[in-house]
């Protein structure tokens, strides 16, 4: 069964609020209506479905590698998907992504 989302109000609001629930992806849109109710109010109802979870493909989602040296130089490797890299200043490095196992099957 769908959800039946109304949304009712200022009009740039609505619209913007709507636009962001437009845009998860767990949720699938389908359809909808616009009735104007005043000079700036809005009033707007939508259908969603949940949409089964399709695991992402690692094709489409950059990779980096991390490669963390120790004083004694053994080396440590660390796979990264969508890796930020940010200069925090006085030498600190901020690094953040998501690590993957290539052998999980979940």
């Not at 009712?8 to 609020?17: A, H, L, S, T």
């Not at 104007?36 to 979870?53: N, Q, T, V």
């Not at 989602?61 to 080396?75: E, F, G």
Request: net charge neutral.
């Amino acid at each position: 069964m769908a959800l039946k989302l109304c949304v009712e109000g200022n009009r740039d609001k609505v619209r913007d609020f709507v636009e962001a629930i437009r845009i998860i992806p767990q949720w699938r849109f389908y359809s909808g209506s616009k009735v104007s109710i005043g000079a700036d109010e809005l009033r707007i109802e939508y259908f969603f479905d949940k949409k089964p979870y399709e695991k992402p493909s690692l094709q489409t989602r950059k990779t980096s590698r991390l490669t963390i040296t120790s004083l004694d130089n053994q080396k440590i490797d660390i796979d990264l998907l969508d890796a930020e890299v940010t200069d925090m200043g006085n030498g600190t490095t901020f690094i953040h992504g998501r690590n993957f196992d290539i052998f999980a099957d979940s």
